[in-house]
């Protein structure tokens, strides 16, 4: 771990800011949730005991976005299925793929009564976190990719939101430092990110697009104001909070390559930046 494990992210004085409208109010009634309500009964490893798949003994949802991940998933969603850190629930929002992987999901549903699914039309990454955070039900929440899942970050963040003041706790890639086991070239495209998140944002952390714990009732209404819906949700929401004065703290990540990337570097870099200039556009540069 870093020794700037316990670094805080500098959160500016509270500003008054514009809500944008809500996209998710509009779009709710094309969420297809993959389970069946109002069911009680015993899942595998996890009790439920409540109105609908879950368990409110729970001590957090997980948020997952998934899409196209036929050769990973199942042995990732098992890892944290079989062995949670902690009892969890665990939303994964898919939508649009063209593999294998919805079927599996449906199976994993099946088997394990503290998964959920939920489906959305088309692929878009911002708005199945975006659906996906505002669907949950618990007060603390996850967030993770399907090709992370931290469970060592989770403990560590869940413990750090339950001491005073913390709000958001941010993995970071750039913290990680040897912990990241990417290749050099995506860990210098990760370094010219954190620089642009600076220059164009002023942003006093090093990333905003890993995972992070979050404490729901400050963060539902700054998930209210991200508007953009771009593969940058996570980014928007973690600088409008921060904007807003919530605390938000950076702790390092462990990051291995499970997957070849799906994307050519050069075009997500090209992409990253083009929805950083919309999202400065969007902000402004600290939003005095
Ligand atoms: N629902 C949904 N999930 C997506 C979409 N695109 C990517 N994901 C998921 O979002 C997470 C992050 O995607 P990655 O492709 O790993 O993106 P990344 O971490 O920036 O890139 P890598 O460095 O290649 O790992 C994974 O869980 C993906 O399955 C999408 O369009 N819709
Ligand atoms: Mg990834």
Known sequence: MSHRDDLPVQANAMRPFRASPSLSERRRSRIFCGEQGGRTGTGRGFSVHSEGKGDMTARAEAVIPVFNEEGIIELQLRKVLEEPPFPVLVTVVENGSTDGTAGILDRLAAEFANLHVIRLPEPNYGLAMREGLLASRLGIVLIDDADVLDTDFWSRGLALLDRDGVDIVQGSKVLAGRQDGRPLVRRLATLGLTLLLKILFRYPGTDTHGPKVMRMEKVRPVIGMCGLELDIFPTELVIRSQRAG??????????????RTPFPLRKRVRRAIRDLLR???????DDA
Do not use: D, N, S, W
């Not at 938000?248 to 499970?258: F, S, T, W």
């Not at 999202?279 to 540069?285: S, V």
């Open 279 to 285: 999202l400065r556009k969007a902000l402004g540069p």
């Open 246 to 259: 919530l605390v938000v703290k950076e702790i390092p990540i462990h990051i291995r390559e499970m997957r």
